[in-house]
């Protein structure tokens, strides 16, 4: 079987966005995800997030280790950094999917980033866009599950993880501007260079 990450299809494609009661030049996306420890992790999204890590590949990019569930499967998600600034977050992950049906693997791109406001809010905006693997489309083709079925499934499952994972990202990374701006930080994670 092969992992070859079908780009050209599209299993669920998902953005949410919610307000950050803080400047963005207070906010540092990357810094954030690659500092947040386990206990954060959960609280973005209780019951769905198990454990986060980070590690690094070879060439030295980072990977940032999620577990969790989404709908009725555990992901084991392996996201490998593409983009990492203080404003913008892309990662790309071949992703391990264990199902009541058996495992298989998809294709992740996660996308974070943050848009002024005013100069004391900004926006998140959390996007998902699920591709199929070749070994996904043998896997749904073993269990006569049509492509269009796995989408509508997969699109109800993201949208939902996502649509309560968002706010509470945003409370996170809002408490960590709060706590940075007590100890005499300015920024989440980092002070950033203007």
């Known amino acids: 079987m092969t992992s070859t990450i079908l780009v050209d299809k599209v299993l669920s494609d998902v953005v949410c966005n919610h307000l950050i009661n803080a400047s963005v030049e207070q906010i540092d996306i990357a810094s954030w995800l690659s500092t947040m420890n386990e206990d954060e992790f959960r609280r973005c999204c209780p019951l769905d997030h198990i454990s986060c890590g980070m590690t ?31 404003e913008l977050c892309k ?3 071949l992703t391990d999917a264990f199902t009541p049906n058996g495992s298989t693997r998809v294709g992740v791109v996660w996308t974070l980033s943050v848009k002024r406001i005013d100069d004391r809010s900004c926006e998140l905006t959390n ?16 269990h006569k599950i049509k492509f269009i079925d796995a989408v509508g499934g997969r699109q109800h499952v993201e949208g939902e993880h996502n649509r309560r994972e968002t706010p509470l990202m945003a409370d996170s990374i809002e408490r960590l501007v709060i706590a940075q ?11 950033r260079s203007n």
Do not use: C, N, W
């Open 127 to 142: 996007s998902m866009v699920v591709h199929p693997t070749a070994e996904f489309m043998e896997f749904i083709a073993q």
């Open 56 to 86: 690094s590949r070879d060439d030295g990019k980072k990977i940032l280790l999620h577990i969790e569930t989404i709908g009725h499967a555990l992901m084991i998600q392996r996201y490998v950094e593409e983009v990492a600034t203080a």
């Open 91 to 93: 990662m790309i992950s």
């Open 181 to 191: 701006a007590r100890q005499g930080g300015r920024s989440v994670g980092a002070a």
